[in-house]
């Protein structure tokens, strides 16, 4: 089966309407609530509902956890670290002297960006919703039956593709 790309322009998110078939896999589903993927860090991001099965519903809740933990905390963290890791390189470049302080801290940003990456791979399903720059909403792998159904009730939304 085919899959699509939804692209919701920003000023139809309010009054989006919607089949209650799920986004994931077309079975029948029920509304759920989701802050969407933000493209800024400073930006909150608006709650939209959305069609989801039970199953696909647990993706996304896990999903909206790990979301929580990137803005709270894996984000900041590895902000303070960089920033550290850099006041540390030019202290020992000032100093002239050797410190395993900067390797330390560039590690350690890695790391965080390694745990990051892993949990944006793993947990994250591709039909969550992204933020995109402009306040479009973007909602990926919908399977192609489903995206028509969304089409035919919203002639806003479209069909897109990531370069779009």
Do not use: C, H
Request: aromatic share 8%; glycine share 6%.
């Amino acid at each position: 089966m085919s899959r699509k790309e939804l692209v919701i322009p920003r000023q139809v998110v309010a009054s989006l309407r919607f089949p209650s078939i799920s986004l994931a896999d077309g079975s029948p589903a029920g509304p759920l609530a989701v802050r969407p993927w933000r493209a800024s860090l400073f930006r909150r991001s608006r709650r939209v509902t959305l069609p989801f099965d039970p199953r696909s519903a647990e993706r996304m809740r896990r999903a909206l956890t790990v979301q929580r933990l990137e803005t709270l905390l894996l984000g900041p963290a590895r902000l303070v670290v960089v920033v550290i890791g850099a006041a540390a390189l030019l202290r020992a470049w000032l100093d002239l002297a050797f410190s395993y302080l900067p390797y330390v801290f560039v590690s350690a940003a890695l790391a965080l960006q390694g745990v990051s990456s892993y949990l944006g791979a793993r947990v994250i399903p591709p039909q969550y919703p992204r933020e995109r720059k402009g306040g479009a909403l973007s909602i990926r792998d919908v399977p192609e039956g489903v995206a028509d159904q969304w089409i035919a009730m919203n002639p806003e939304v479209r069909s897109g593709t990531p370069r779009d």
